[in-house]
């Protein structure tokens, strides 16, 4: 072959490459090739912090997979939302609901609230929370193998209070909830798509958040009085069955519900503000009577999206 040929021929491959590249995907020219499952974050078992931009503001979490975790095996997933003041790190030793996700083989997620504070109302900061809470659903969905059927929500005081509120406006996602010692505020602005489960503790010594209520109503329901409210949304018997298998806890119980919804309220003496069952709570605040972490996972596992 001559020079000349062969610069010809050098040109025509040239020319050949370029019509190629700009017809054909350019992951598709690469040897690596990019896919979905190769983009998504790797699967380590344990804690790990997080953020993700949601409503213009950048937010963070602490995400908790558990050793037994097999992507394409779904999950359940539980949302665990801190108190005033406190955040995702405290959440998770509070509650102790990592170890409970390796027992039981489901994903936990610890989000934080802006300026260590949930708004569980109707304002801007309050659709911005529900905001963040869809969008982060929505990431460990796209991410990891979720149950749709089986995400719940819990947390303490006015993360219980968070907790509330998605049960009342993210009822198409949210399965079940579970808030504990929950200030419920703007409690009666509630409407949610369809009955939802409610398991709840509260201590009849929380000082803070106290359980015969406070002023205004509006905003420190009487506790009996905001677990009756869930109970006729449900459209469960008006009155509750009264056990008290331990002497310090009384739990009611609101049944013959609407997609069997029940709402379960645990009462406990000798309790103030203050996570049941907590290690790492003062004991003078702490009844060990029950540990709300496992009895809160068992009522899930009980209630499935229907």
Known sequence: MTARNRRIGIVMFLCLLVVTSCNRPLRNLLASTDTSEQSRPPVVAGTSEGTLPSGGATRHYLLHIPPSYKAGVAVPLVINFHGFSSNSRQEEVLTGMSAKADQEGFIVVYPDGLDATWYPGHGANGEADLRFIRDLIAWIENNYSIDPKRIYATGISNGGGMANRVGCDMADVIAAIAPDSGAYNFWQDCSPSRPVPVLAFHGLDDHIVPYEGGTPEAMLPPIEKWAASWAARNGCADSPDISTAI????????????????????????????????????????????????????????????
Not at 254 to 280: F, Q
């Open 247 to 306: 002497k310090t806890v009384t739990v009611r119980t609101w049944t013959n519900c609407r997609e069997d919804a029940e709402v379960i309220l645990y009462s406990l003496a000798n309790h103030g503000h203050s996570w049941p069952g907590s290690s790492v709570m003062p004991a003078a605040i702490t009844s060990h009577a029950v540990n709300a972490t496992d009895v809160m996972w068992d009522f899930f596992v009980k209630h499935p999206m229907p």
